[in-house]
């Protein structure tokens, strides 16, 4: 009788030791989950380009991701094919001018020429409808192009500096050692070694829990409008 009393006792200890376990664990997860929920968005300039976009397409769908591509009408008029593309694997569309021009030396009537041509062309040639992000090229914005221009204005607070390095490890380090939730990166769509770090950085910031998207998409998940007359860098 004593033997069924202690083996009653060690069973009940035991099936308690267990349960406290379970708990622990899944409370465990429960922070790690609330924890790790970080999300930036990543841009391409330039584009699109015969040598990187479709690469870059398909790394971004490997890896569950997505990109606002900041595209210039001259280089969409020789790929029409791949801006239909951007936008049909769930990327973004955003406007970089026609010609990629510096638009404070311009008059205001060539600025509205540049982008709104410009947003013409990619929404003809994408189908998207909506309204259009627009990054100016060189980051060149001045006070009275924010005041007229009535759309968002999206600039970046991670430089890739992928134009000027054009060395994979260097790209991924410039990016992943300045990574913040919230941060827009900027990297550039034509670049062999844009590619590699690109494979290499999602890699890498996934397995850091980030979650990667376009700049559209960054935003609706804050819950936050995307400001206009001012400049867009980052959404904390
Ligand atoms: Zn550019």
Redesign the pocket.
């Known amino acids: 009788m004593k033997k069924l009393v202690r083996k009653i006792f060690q069973s009940t200890m035991l099936l308690l030791f267990l349960l406290f376990g379970i708990m622990k664990i899944n409370q465990k997860q429960d922070i790690q989950v609330f924890e790790e929920k970080k999300t930036v968005a990543l841009t391409y300039?330039?584009g699109p380009s015969r040598l990187t976009t479709a690469s870059l397409l398909n790394l971004l769908e490997k890896y569950d991701a997505s990109a606002t591509f900041?595209i210039?009408g001259n280089h969409a008029n020789e790929n029409k094919d791949l801006v239909k593309e951007i936008y049909k694997k769930g990327n973004e569309i955003g406007n970089?001018t026609l010609d990629?021009v510096w638009l404070t030396k311009m008059s205001q009537e060539e600025q509205h020429r540049q982008i709104y041509g410009n947003e013409n062309l990619l929404k003809f040639l994408s189908g998207y409808e909506g309204e259009m992000l627009f990054?100016p090229?060189?980051g060149d914005v001045n006070k009275e192009m924010l005041e007229i221009f009535d759309i968002p204005f999206i600039m970046w607070s991670v430089d890739s500096r992928d134009w000027e390095v054009h060395d994979a490890s260097s790209i991924q380090s410039n990016v992943l050692s300045h990574i913040d939730d919230g941060d827009i990166i900027i990297m550039?769509d034509g670049y062999a070694s844009t590619i590699e770090a690109t494979e290499n950085g999602l890699k890498k910031l996934k397995q850091e829990g980030y979650e990667i998207v376009s700049v559209s998409e960054l935003f609706q998940i804050k819950n936050k409008e995307i400001p206009k007359h001012v400049k867009v860098s980052h959404c904390r």
């Open positions: 300039d330039d900041f210039n970089h990629h990054r090229p060189y550039h």
